[in-house]
């Protein structure tokens, strides 16, 4: 059996696991992205190509989402998954 160390959990330093971080996207002449970049990381870039697209309405009886995702590879390689929320009409990324 192992012991309790008795340390207080500190729930300041839990963090949510591939939580959405904002980032700045700049789009083409028909809406679609073709650059990304963020301020807290060294990564971003052009947008290769966009692998998949798909919208989510949901919850609508509660705290509506409404969000467009774009499935996109960058030009090093590295594939992400963006999201507009179309009702703040804010970008954000996650990791696949």
């Known amino acids: ?7 207080p959990l500190r729930t300041d330093r839990l963090r949510a696991v591939n939580e959405p ?3 700045a ?6 809406g ?3 650059t990304v970049g963020w301020a807290d990381g060294p990564m ?5 190509c966009i692998n998949e697209v798909w919208r989510i309405d949901d919850e609508w009886w509660r ?3 409404s969000r467009l995702y774009f499935e996109v590879m960058l030009d090093g390689g ?3 998954v963006l999201f507009n929320d179309l009702i703040s009409n804010e ?3 996650q990791q696949p």
């Open 44 to 48: 971003g870039g052009q947008i290769e």
């Open 63 to 65: 705290k509506q989402i």
């Open 32 to 34: 679609l992205p073709t």
């Open 25 to 30: 996207v700049e789009l083409d002449a028909n």
């Open 78 to 80: 590295k594939r992400i």
């Open 91 to 93: 970008w954000y990324m």
């Open 21 to 23: 971080r904002p980032v």
């Open 1 to 7: 059996m192992v012991t309790s160390s008795r340390t």
